[in-house]
C-alpha cells in the first residue's frame, strides 16, 4: 500500500465516523426522517451525473428490482434508524454500535447461507454482544429514550449484514457504482414522502442545515466515490480497516466537536465489540497470513 492509500483509507474513517456527528448535530432540529431523507436525496443528485452513460443505465435497468431492495434495506431504513438513535445517544456511542455491522453480517451468513463459524469466531460473537450489553447498561443513565435509541441502532447494523450477502448474491455481477447510485436514487424516493409529512414546523438552524450538507455529500457521496476507488487499489482485505476506524473517529469527532465525555464504559463497550469484530471476520488471521507472506516475499 502507499501513502495515499493509507491516508483515503483513514478519510474514509473519518467520514463515516464524521456522519453521526452530523446526525447527532441536526436530528433534534430535523428529526429522523427528514434528515434521513435530506441525506438520501442530496446523496442521489450528486450521483446522478455518475449514471448517466447508456452501458450504466442499461444494468440499471436489467437489475432494478434487487438494486431496490438494496436501496431500502442498505439506505432509507438504517439512515432513518441511526438518525433517530442520535437524537438520544451522543455521537461516538452511535458509531460505537455501527461496529457490529461485520459481526451481523457473519451471523446472517451462517442462519442464512450456513456458512461455518469455526470456536474463535464464536468466541467473537460472544465478546461482541457482550459489548453491546456493556453498551447498554450504561445507556440506561442517558435517559429513558435511550433504550429504544440502542435498540434501533442496532437494528440498522442487522440491516447492514444482512444486504452484504444479499448484494453478493444477487448483484454480484453489476458495477458497484450502479448499485450504489441506483440505491441511492432508490432511497431517496421512499424517504421522499415521510420527509415531507414529518418536516419541521419550525425552519432548522443553520448548523442543522450544514450538517445535513454534510451527511449528504461529504459522509455519503464522496465517501462512497473514494471508497470504491481505494478498494479497487488495496483490495477487500485491507479495506476491512474501515470498521475499527469508523468508532475510534465518531468518538473522537464526538468529544471534539460536541463535548461528549468518554466513559469507561464506552471504552470497554467499544473494545469488546472491536475485538468481536475481529475474531468474527477473521481479520487477525487475515492480517497475519498477509503479513507472512509479505514477509516471504521479501
Request: proline share 5%; hydrophobic share 60%.
Amino acid at each position: 500500500m502507499k501513502k495515499i492509500d493509507y491516508a483515503v483509507l483513514l478519510s474514509l474513517g473519518a467520514l463515516w465516523g464524521g456522519s453521526f456527528l452530523f446526525m447527532r448535530m441536526g436530528a433534534g432540529a430535523f428529526g429522523a426522517w427528514p434528515l434521513a431523507g435530506l441525506r438520501a436525496i442530496g446523496a442521489a443528485l450528486c450521483f446522478l451525473p455518475l449514471l448517466l452513460s447508456r452501458a450504466r443505465l442499461a444494468e440499471w435497468r436489467a437489475h432494478w428490482k434487487p438494486i431496490a431492495v438494496v436501496g431500502l434495506v442498505n439506505s432509507a431504513l438504517p439512515f432513518a434508524l441511526f438518525t433517530f438513535a442520535t437524537r438520544s445517544l451522543p455521537a461516538g456511542l452511535a458509531s460505537i454500535i455501527d461496529g457490529l455491522t461485520p459481526m451481523f453480517a457473519a451471523v446472517v451468513g451462517w442462519l442464512w447461507l450456513g456458512q461455518r463459524l469455526d470456536g474463535w469466531r464464536i468466541v467473537g460473537l460472544l465478546a461482541g454482544f457482550a459489548g453491546v450489553a456493556w453498551l447498554a447498561e450504561g445507556s440506561l443513565a442517558l435517559g429513558p429514550g435511550a433504550g429504544t435509541a440502542l435498540l434501533a441502532g442496532v437494528v440498522a447494523t442487522m440491516l447492514y449484514g444482512y444486504v452484504v450477502h444479499y448484494t453478493h448474491l444477487r448483484l454480484a455481477s453489476v458495477n458497484p457504482l450502479v448499485v450504489t447510485v441506483g440505491s441511492h436514487m432508490v432511497a431517496a424516493l421512499v424517504l421522499l414522502p415521510p420527509t415531507v409529512l414529518a418536516w419541521p414546523a419550525q425552519s432548522p438552524p443553520l448548523q442543522a442545515w450544514l450538517a445535513a450538507a454534510g451527511l449528504a455529500v461529504l459522509c455519503t457521496a464522496l465517501a462512497y466515490v473514494l471508497f470504491f476507488w481505494v478498494l479497487a487499489r488495496v483490495g477487500a482485505t485491507r479495506i476491512m480497516v474501515i470498521p475499527y476506524l469508523i468508532p475510534a473517529f465518531g468518538v473522537l469527532w464526538g468529544a471534539l466537536l460536541l463535548h461528549e465525555p468518554v466513559t469507561a464504559g464506552m471504552l470497554g463497550g467499544c473494545a469488546a465489540i472491536l475485538l468481536g469484530t475481529a475474531l468474527t471476520t477473521g481479520l487477525v488471521g487475515a492480517w497475519r497470513g498477509t503479513s507472512r507472506l509479505a514477509a516471504e516475499e521479501g
